[in-house]
């Protein structure tokens, strides 16, 4: 039956092949007669196009022109590879008559351009264009007729073809399909009756491994299969039960793994850790790690550790060293600065453990760590403040000391003065020094004075009146003062060593000769004091700082003024800020509504 099949099917084949034949003839006759129509369509494009170039001279048909030619010599190229030998040779007759024709009417082109219109016209009415256009065109309109009754011809006899061809392959199709029906059940019959026999044989062996299988899941690995047969159920057997011996050996690693998963995991929630390789570069970083240093993993893995490093701390031997000591498979513990990626710094109490392979060698390092920049900067805060306490109580001890041979010293000056013994220049420079050492031993007592801000309406106006007066400006320094009549609620006092500080350090910036402005306003909810000087500015970065104790750009003074200044605004509950160009200080003082009612009215 197999062997009747294979030849219905080579018959049924080679029907297909003729159908196939046919349909090709069909397909390259369509493909012939398209191409002569569309060469014919371009023709009289072309034509058209350069008879109205000549009459007309608008470019637009020059472009048309250039424009269609190419598709004209490509259908041409197309049907002389399409055709058999007689139509290779008639299309190309036609192309040359085509070639001859397009060369005239390249001269029509370029006869307009050159403003000939009268020699461009005369080639169109040429008797060499019009033979090549009565040779182009009779042949093609004889070939289209020809080739139109050859394709109806030729479509009859492949739809005839296709109709005898159709019916012989169907019933090819039916035989065949009945010899497979009857094929496929033979096949299915013989298949069931075989399989019930090998079930016998090979189901009850599978069954016992789905047993086994079951209760491993269960939890039992001291399960046996119980299959002891020679053939391949027997081996799938014996490699099962020694699967379940390997098992039983893995367990207790997987219960480590386990156990080293847990312990990697509570290590990273609760360090800052870093793996480097032996070459110092990163490999891996926690999320931790990434939050302390700024940077993403993206950005620190592969990287080596030194983009880490402040040099600013630490020199290059504290890193040396710290080599020196992990390269040799020791471990190292200490306290390391690093930089972030943002500049800043951030401390860490560090160990470094070294990791070995199989061999023993070093393989990596594991960087496990501990923040500890809180605690830097409070120590830090802590020894601050125990040398300011220490500057402090000397200060002050100073200051007092100082205060009282002062006094006779101004005393006997105004003496002098008044015995006019002393010129002009003499009575300034001793008055300036007079004010400075006054000024430095108030800065001194005023940092130290911890006193409660006594509050009280008052004019703040008649209070910068009797600070300006009091300060004796060099005669080169002008000071003009803007804005209303304010009063404000405060310590008066207090509010008076701001302004004292201000102005003078204004005073001094400017030196002999220079302008300070002074500004002082209040909106319904704050006072505001501006002092601006032409001075050449703060050199202290950042421009913060100078609030800090001990802290000038000045050869002269204590560094405690504007600290003084800071500590009596905040008391307050306002703010102080501080930029160049020029140098201003902005204060803002917080007023309470009830406040300005009282004092409006």
């Not at 398209?34 to 058209?48: F, G, P, S």
């Not at 940077?295 to 550790?305: A, N, P, T, W």
């Not at 992990?326 to 200490?334: E, L, M, R």
Request: charged share 25%; glycine share 4%; proline share 2%.
């Amino acid at each position: 039956m197999g062997i009747i099949s294979i030849f219905q099917l080579q018959e049924t084949s080679e029907h297909l092949n003729l159908l196939d034949d046919n349909l090709d003839t069909l397909k390259t006759s369509e493909r012939l007669l398209l191409h002569a129509n569309k060469i014919q369509y371009y023709d009289e494009v072309l034509t058209q196009s350069a008879r109205n170039y000549a009459f007309t001279g608008d470019e637009i048909w020059e472009k048309r022109y250039f424009e269609i030619e190419p598709l004209l010599s490509e259908e041409l190229s197309g049907a002389l590879d399409l055709g058999n030998n007689i139509e290779k040779s008639f299309f190309s007759s036609v192309n040359d008559a085509n070639s001859n024709l397009v060369n005239l009417e390249l001269e029509v082109i370029e006869s307009v351009k050159n403003g000939n219109l009268k020699n461009a016209i005369s080639i169109l009415e040429s008797q060499e264009y019009k033979s090549n256009k009565e040779i182009y065109q009779k042949s093609l309109m004889k070939y289209l007729e020809n080739r139109n009754l050859e394709h109806t011809s030729i479509m009859e006899d492949s739809t005839t073809d296709v109709d005898i061809s159709l019916e012989i392959i169907f019933e090819d199709i039916l035989f065949g399909i009945s010899f497979l029906v009857i094929s496929i059940t033979i096949t299915v019959v013989g298949f069931l009756v075989l399989g019930y026999f090998l079930s016998q044989s090979i189901l009850k062996p599978i069954l016992k491994l789905e047993n086994a299988s079951k209760q491993i899941i269960d939890g039992n690995l001291d399960v046996k299969t119980g299959i002891y047969s020679k053939d391949e159920i027997g081996e799938l057997s014996r490699s099962f039960e020694f699967m379940l011996n390997h098992l039983k050996k893995t367990t207790d690693i997987e219960t480590q793994l386990s156990l080293q998963h847990n312990l990697r995991k509570a290590l990273d929630e609760s360090s800052i850790v870093s793996i480097i390789d032996k070459n110092g570069k990163i490999k891996y970083a926690n999320d931790k790690f990434c939050q302390v240093s700024k940077y993403s993993k993206d950005e620190l893995i592969g990287q080596r550790q030194d983009i880490l490093r402040s040099s600013k701390i630490h020199p290059p031997s504290f890193y040396a060293d710290l080599w020196s000591v992990i390269s040799k498979g020791n471990i190292w513990h200490g306290e390391i600065c690093n930089t972030a990626k943002d500049g800043t710094l951030f401390w860490n109490d560090t160990t470094v453990i070294p990791f070995l392979d199989k061999e023993g060698k070093i393989s990596e390092y594991v960087s496990v760590r501990k923040d500890i920049t809180e605690q830097k900067n409070l120590t830090k805060k802590l020894l601050h403040a125990e040398r300011l306490s220490a500057i402090g109580e000397l200060s002050s001890r100073m200051s007092h000391d100082i205060r009282n041979p002062l006094s006779i010293i101004q005393n006997e000056f105004e003496l002098l003065k008044r015995k006019k013994i002393l010129d002009e220049k003499q009575i300034e420079r001793v008055t300036t020094s007079i004010n400075r050492i006054t000024h430095q031993l108030n800065d001194v007592l005023d940092f130290l004075r911890d006193t409660p801000v006594i509050s009280k309406k008052f004019n703040l106006s008649n209070l910068l009146s009797k600070v300006l007066s009091s300060l004796n400006a060099p005669s080169g320094v002008k000071i003009k003062t803007s804005g209303d009549e304010i009063f404000m609620f405060g310590d008066e006092s207090k509010m008076n060593v701001v302004l004292v500080n201000l102005i003078y350090n204004a005073i001094q910036a400017v030196e002999e000769s220079g302008e300070i402005d002074v500004f002082i306003s209040k909106t319904n909810t704050e006072i505001i004091i501006k002092v601006t000087d032409s001075g050449p500015g703060i050199t202290i970065k950042p421009l913060e700082k100078v609030f800090d104790p001990l802290i000038t750009s000045k050869q002269k003074g204590t560094g405690l003024g504007l600290a003084s200044v800071k500590n009596i605004i905040t008391q307050h509950n306002g703010t102080i800020s501080v930029k160049n160009n020029p140098t201003t200080f902005i204060i803002k003082i917080p007023q309470k509504e009830e406040n300005d009612n009282s004092s409006n009215s």
